[in-house]
Nanobody, 127 residues
């Protein structure tokens, strides 16, 4: 059974940092694409970052580029999202997600392309 578990959310002041973790189990971690999404109240769930282990490809949305960094620790089957210079508009529930099987070509950026989801972790940014 594929499982994804996020942690690391919390309350932080604007300008501060958090590191989110996503621990994966139940599939071949090295072959997977892991994505981070976020959803604020009343908003659609948006993709903000993804990572492919096989070629260490990464993608970050323009809204977080230069502030957020995705990385992986294969030994721990964990993907991290380092979030710096947080803004109030970054407040949301953050989810990690995984794609079934091996993905070649363009990285999947859309919610519908992902097959497995974690339960989410809340990030709150005070101004």
């Amino acid at each position: 059974e594929v499982q994804l578990a996020e942690s690391g959310g919390g309350l932080v002041q604007a300008g501060g940092s958090l590191r989110l973790s996503c621990v994966a189990s139940g599939f071949t971690f090295r072959a997977q694409v892991i994505g981070w999404f976020r959803q604020a109240p009343g908003q659609v769930r948006e993709g903000i970052s993804c990572f492919r282990n096989t070629d260490v490809s990464t993608w970050h949305a323009d809204s977080v580029k230069g502030r957020f960094t995705i990385s992986s620790d294969n030994a721990k089957s964990t993907v991290y999202l380092q979030m710096n210079s947080l803004k109030p508009e970054d407040a949301a529930v953050y989810y990690c997600a995984a794609v079934e099987g091996v993905v070649t070509g363009m990285l999947p950026l859309q919610r519908r392309e992902y097959d497995y989801w974690g339960q989410g972790t809340q990030v709150t940014v005070s101004s």
